[in-house]
């Protein structure tokens, strides 16, 4: 069980802030999620024709330079990154493919945690007050970002479990529930071209979009496809993009609670995570109708 | 809800079988005669109390007494000391028993006043604990229970804060051994007016309940739940998680995550006084496997022995005491023993066993109200054959013996104090148990799934 | 007028604060601040206080509350006045899921709406919406009253015992065993003297009752399905 936040900002003048709000709705789900804690914020577009990643290695002090002078040398391509935590985004002027394949034949353990053009994904181990303050998320500018609290149920607590799960390209999961079907369904997943690093039910519902889209749904259409085929109690927040989709299985027990002022639109498990934004006391509040999706773009 | 049903009668002993027709492993007596059942009721058979069925179990596990290596203490002379305090994480005021050995929760309604005022003052002659029930707590429990735990579920049945504050702890049951994933039943016979009233009722009706708790789902929201009933009893009280034994090194994992004090994980084993037959013998793991899980998950989290174990379901003599308190567990509750001691199956009005199609030894009939010995009854004609101080004896001497045997396995074992007693004295007899238990099988070094030979 | 700040004192500060209150007290109105989401407030009171909370609450306020007013300026989160015992708890915006859940007396008024799961397992508590409620409210409510202005959500009423229940607007769908009642003059009365116990403006006149059909009280095969 968990906590999951989502911030979508209406007026890029709150843009340099996004992280220091995040910071703090993290910080206020800690108790429901002690164990882990990641996030997905969108910043920085990538210039066209190049595609950014996020990567993780446990060592302390991997060679990222290293990396990337490789990497540019090899496919004469420009290269660039920033260290942030454990984790270092890759921003690379070659195709999405190229960066994949390069990577898991010269680098094969270091793990992709996001790719899009303006994801940035970040989760480790830890308290989230620890996790967030290791991130430096505090000094992250971007435009909406996703964040999640673990309290592990079923599978172990490592950053591999951690959520957000990054589904495809610039698109993430967050999680609070605790699924029923998911082994027959990551199985079923498997056989059609998913492949899974955990035994997490979430990673599961992420690879479940991931395969929905892929077939060609929307998102709208993969979000009302899982509430009749995903089993269990769950909310989910997905980002995308350009915004971000909240939906609620149809018995709808696990909270969630949306607010939304002329500024921002922020999603929270606890209204806690929400009551210190910017204009919170007067904001909309109201809390999604069971199987019911409800997404925001930006335009 | 259904009506009460009949037993399916016993399976013929061999000598009933003289001609040596070929009998059916599949489809035996009790199997035909439950088919019949349902072909003529069209529901499932309800009944009381636990799993009859053969299960590995503490039968199964050993001790290793003191030869030349290990030294036992003398009996009575050389103390072996019994207590065991309940609740030191997080509550001002924790609990100290004297034995480790506590009363299970089992409501007023399901079983009578004199049954649960007779395992009161037992308890307090013992220096023990009762539990309140699914309906909520009755003067008569609170008067002859020095230490009264106050059982928080899903019903909310009879839900008082003031009793709640009268008492010593709070337990919040999410489930139990007999039906992990069931909420209570109750039939129509002894939804009494009293019961009504105490329910807020109608007489008589079989009373439906839920199964999850009205306003929290999972452990993240548990944690504000625990918070809230700190907060309305001002910290004082130790607050136990009990959960029926299934996914055991999860759930533990989280109640303490939730901010447990303590956790009680109740085995497949674990009695009710009304639930279905298919709920009870089909759902959740038995006793053994679980108290390992439960330990291992508290020992991972560092929180053994800071979190308390009580572990229950099946637990029947001094022995169980010690292999469960050797596999780590802190106390043990007793549920479907405290009521044999009562007089549940005791060899007395037989007529009235037979009437139930039942016989002493063989009845599981709690949810009928028709208890002949007046333990699991409302009805005060039944209730009267059971004579609360005469009852309170048995089951004080039946804890005693219990807390004795328990001491003489520990002595034996050169144990001054049952809590030194660990899973390296205990052999297992076979391999289920082995694996179960994490202990060797007897003779070897071997514990199925965890290499060695 | 006591204020407090809530941010300041502390949840638990302000809990014990109010038990230690003598039962005579003279200490009886309050007025606490910046709640900001905070749960557990202000609940196992037992002393006729009148509270005022400015803000938003979090889970469980007013929690198994007796004899107190409770007022909150702002929107409530989930268990919103549960087991409620006696007192009065007034929500003046919106309120989550399992508003009142299993409350056994006194009132808990809810000027916007509330969610899903309003008045679970109620055992007494009259209860009061001057918006609409969510899905799965009612469910096994055993005794009291809810009183919808608006709409009520799927499934309303599911499994409900003696409690009666009234809608001014539409009902999604009735839940196992909830059927609608007819609404006599008595029923009007009634309904008449609990809006104005809560200071809810409505007219009698366009409400529905609904209420058990008492089909599932003792079970009968023919309605297994329904289980």
Redesign the interface.
């Given at each position: 069980?968990?906590?999951i936040v989502g911030l979508f900002l209406k007026s890029s003048a709150l843009e340099p802030t996004l992280g220091k709000h995040l910071s703090a709705m993290l910080s206020a789900l800690s108790?429901?999620?002690?164990?882990s804690a990641g996030f997905a914020i969108y910043r920085n577009p990538a210039p066209r024709g190049s595609i950014k990643l996020t990567l993780f290695h446990p060592e302390a002090d991997y060679g990222w330079d290293h990396l990337v002078r490789e990497l540019s040398e090899e496919t004469g391509t420009s290269v660039r990154g920033e260290p942030r935590g454990s984790h270092f985004v890759l921003t690379a002027a070659m195709p999405v493919e190229t960066a994949r394949h390069w990577l898991s034949h010269h680098r094969p353990d270091v793990r992709i945690m996001g790719v899009g053009d303006c994801i940035e994904l970040y989760k480790e181990k830890g308290n989230p007050r620890d996790v967030v303050r290791r991130f430096r998320l505090n000094e992250l500018a971007g435009s909406h970002a996703l964040g999640h609290t673990r309290?592990?149920?079923?599978s172990a607590v490592t950053t591999q479990h951690s959520h957000p799960f990054s589904t495809g390209l610039d698109l993430c999961l967050v999680h609070?529930?605790?699924l029923s079907n998911h082994n027959r369904m990551r199985q079923w997943l498997g056989r059609h071209g998913i492949d899974f690093q955990t035994d997490n039910d979430t990673e599961v519902a992420a690879g479940y979009f991931t395969h929905l889209l892929g077939e060609g749904a929307t998102l709208e259409e993969a979000l009302k496809s899982g509430i009749s085929d995903l089993d269990g109690?769950y909310t989910f927040a997905i980002g995308t993009k350009d915004g971000f989709a909240v939906v609620r299985d149809p018995i709808?027990?696990?909270?969630a609670?949306l607010a939304e002022t002329d500024e921002w639109v922020a999603m929270a498990?606890?209204?806690?995570?929400?009551?210190?934004l910017p204009g919170a006391?007067r904001s909309r509040?109201?809390?999604p109708?069971?199987a019911t999706v409800y997404s925001w773009k930006k335009h | 809800m259904p009506r009460s049903t009949k037993t399916t009668p016993a399976a013929p002993s061999p000598a009933a079988n003289p001609r040596g027709h070929r009998e059916h492993a599949s489809f035996p007596p009790v199997v035909v005669a439950e088919i019949q059942r349902a072909a003529r009721e069209g529901i499932y058979d309800i009944r009381g109390l636990g799993a009859k069925r053969r299960l590995p179990s503490f039968d199964d596990l050993i001790f290793l007494g003191a030869s030349i290596s290990r030294y036992p203490l003398e009996g009575y002379r050389e103390r072996c000391a019994t207590n065991v305090t309940i609740g030191s994480r997080f509550a001002k005021k924790p609990i100290e028993l004297k034995i480790p050995i506590t009363i299970a929760g089992m409501s007023f309604g399901s079983l009578s006043a004199n049954a649960k005022e007779a395992l009161g003052r037992a308890a307090s002659e013992m220096g023990t604990s009762t539990t309140t029930g699914d309906g909520g707590m009755t003067e008569e429990e609170r008067r002859s229970s020095t230490t009264l735990v106050y059982q928080v579920l899903p019903s909310r049945y009879g839900h008082d804060p003031d009793h709640m504050r009268r008492c010593e702890a709070i337990e919040v049951v999410v489930g139990q051994g007999a039906k992990p994933g069931g909420g209570g039943m109750l039939l129509g016979l002894k939804v009494t007016e009293r019961v009504a009233g105490m329910r807020t009722l109608p007489v008589g009706i079989d009373q439906r309940s839920a199964c999850r708790h009205p306003d929290w789902t999972g452990p993240d929201d548990l944690e504000i739940k625990i918070a809230e009933l700190r907060e309305v009893t001002d910290w004082e009280k130790p607050i136990y998680v009990k959960v029926g034994a299934t996914r055991v090194k999860y759930d533990v994992a989280l109640a303490v995550k939730s901010g447990a004090d303590a956790v009680v994980v109740d085995g497949m084993q674990g009695g009710t006084g009304a639930t279905q037959e298919v709920f009870i013998e089909h759902v959740g793991i038995p006793t053994l496997p679980a108290v390992r899980q439960a330990v291992e998950a508290l020992q991972e989290l560092d929180m053994h022995r800071k979190v308390q174990l009580i572990v229950s379901g099946g637990i029947r003599n001094g022995a169980d005491v010690a292999k469960a308190l050797a596999l780590g567990a802190d106390a043990v509750s007793i549920g479907t023993a405290a009521l044999i001691a009562l007089n549940c199956n005791a060899p007395l009005f037989l007529e009235d066993y037979a009437k139930l199609e039942t016989a002493p030894g063989y009845c599981h009939h709690c949810q009928t109200g028709r208890c002949p010995v007046g333990v699991t009854t409302q009805d005060p004609k039944l209730e009267a054959r059971l004579d609360p101080s005469l009852a309170a004896q048995r089951v004080r001497n039946y804890l005693s013996t219990m807390v004795l045997e328990a001491q003489t396995l520990a002595r034996a074992c050169g144990k001054s104090h049952l809590h030194n007693l660990e899973p390296e004295d205990l052999a297992a007899l076979t391999i289920e148990a082995a694996a179960m238990a994490g202990v060797p099988l007897a003779g070897t070094d071997w514990i199925p799934g965890r290499g060695g030979a | 007028m006591i204020e407090v700040d809530i941010e300041s004192l502390g949840v638990r500060g302000l809990n014990e604060r109010f038990h230690r209150l003598p039962p005579d007290t003279n200490e009886r109105a309050w007025k606490l601040t910046n709640p900001k989401g905070a749960h557990a407030l202000a609940v196992g009171l037992d002393r006729p206080l009148t509270i005022e909370i400015d803000g938003h609450v979090g889970y469980y306020c007013g929690g198994m509350n007796k004899q107190a007013e409770i007022t909150i300026n702002g929107h409530a989160g989930p268990g919103l006045a549960e087991n409620i015992m006696s007192g009065v708890v007034r929500v003046k915006g919106n309120a989550s899921q399992s508003a009142a859940a299993s409350g056994r007396g006194g009132l808990v008024v809810i000027e916007g709406d509330a969610s899903s799961r309003c008045g679970i397992s109620m055992k007494g508590v009259n209860i009061v919406v001057g918006g609409s409620v969510g899905h799965m409210s009612a469910f096994m409510a055993q005794a009291g009253h809810l009183v919808v202005c608006g709409d009520a959500g799927s499934h309303l009423g599911d499994s409900i015992y003696e409690a009666v229940i009234y809608v001014g607007g539409d009902v999604a769908s009735l839940g196992s065993d909830c059927i609608e009642k007819p609404m006599t003059e008595k029923h009007r009365a009634k309904l008449k003297r609990i809006l104005a116990a809560a200071g809810v403006s409505a007219s009698p006149e366009r409400f529905r009752r609904f209420g058990s059909a008492r089909q599932l009280y003792n079970f009968k095969v023919d309605h297994a399905a329904q289980y």
């Open positions: 069980m968990c906590g108790d429901r999620g002690p164990d309290m592990a149920t079923e609070n529930g605790s109690f709808a027990c696990k909270p609670v498990s606890e209204y806690r995570a929400i009551a210190h006391e509040l109201w809390e109708s069971p | - | -």
